[in-house]
């Protein structure tokens, strides 16, 4: 019975880098190992100058005329490759957009399960588009639907940023929500730093005693003068 389907036999696509022998052309620019621009040579013996030094020659810009080839380490470029694209995906950031829709006279339930629907999406870094649909005569009062927007918008300021604000496009009222890119901070250590400096501001009125002792300090006569003073007159009528 034959096959289903026949072998594909077709070369891969994309570019493919050809080096050594897959070099079929007459003649390329050669840059030799120390990166110096040797010129045009023939194929042949650009190949025979890498097997000379044991690299490869790797045909680095086959749309240039004639092809531009290099003697290098193929091995090793190519790895070298493969690590910066590896490096540039790790730090390439994907950006997801959820869109929900709401309906301009939406039941108070159903708004809470569907701002708990957002409210996900934004704590898993999606930004998410927002919908009013109005249908009928709903879009006489398109302030319904901007009411809706702004409404959610106030009750997910601590997780999201309004990205574009409610528009009116035919039917639809859209609004996109983006996630804060840094957390907004915390209300308790703001109280608490509050507290503590207005505990630190009662501390020096509390105290009265230390202001009491030091006046009462300085306004006291110094002993030994007095004493002196008695001392003088007793010991003159004395002689």
């Known amino acids: 019975m034959p096959p289903r389907r026949a072998l594909d036999n077709r070369p891969p696509a994309g570019p493919t880098t050809r080096i ?17 621009n040797v010129g045009v040579l023939r194929t042949s013996e650009a190949q025979a100058r890498a097997v000379r030094v044991n690299l490869d020659l790797v045909e680095v810009a086959p749309d240039a005329r004639p092809p531009v080839c290099r003697i290098m380490d193929y091995s090793k470029w190519r790895y070298e490759q493969e690590q910066k694209a590896k490096q540039a995906r790790k730090h390439q950031s994907t950006i997801t957009i959820k869109e929900i829709k709401f309906r301009p006279k939406i039941d108070p339930h159903d708004y809470e399960t569907k701002k708990g629907h957002v409210e996900r999406f934004l704590k898993h870094k999606d930004k998410v588009k927002v919908t009013i649909m109005f249908r009928g005569r709903e879009l006489i009062h398109p302030e319904r639907g901007e009411a809706i927007l702004n409404r959610l918008a106030d009750d997910l300021a601590d997780l999201a940023v309004v990205e574009a604000r409610p528009n009116l496009d035919g039917r639809n009222m859209i609004m996109m929500l983006a996630p804060h890119k840094t957390p907004p901070p915390a209300a308790g250590p703001r109280r608490d730093a509050q507290v503590s400096s207005d505990a ?13 002792v030091t006046t009462e300090t300085h306004d006291a006569p110094p002993p030994p003068e007095p004493a002196a003073a008695a001392l003088t007159p007793d010991s003159e009528t004395g002689d």
Not at 20 to 36: F, K, Q, T, Y
Not at 207 to 212: F, G, L, M, T, V
């Open 20 to 36: 050594n022998d897959a070099i079929r052309v007459e003649s390329v620019r050669l840059i030799d190992e120390n990166g110096d």
């Open 200 to 212: 630190v501001s009662e501390i020096p009125d509390a105290p009265p005693e230390p202001s009491d």
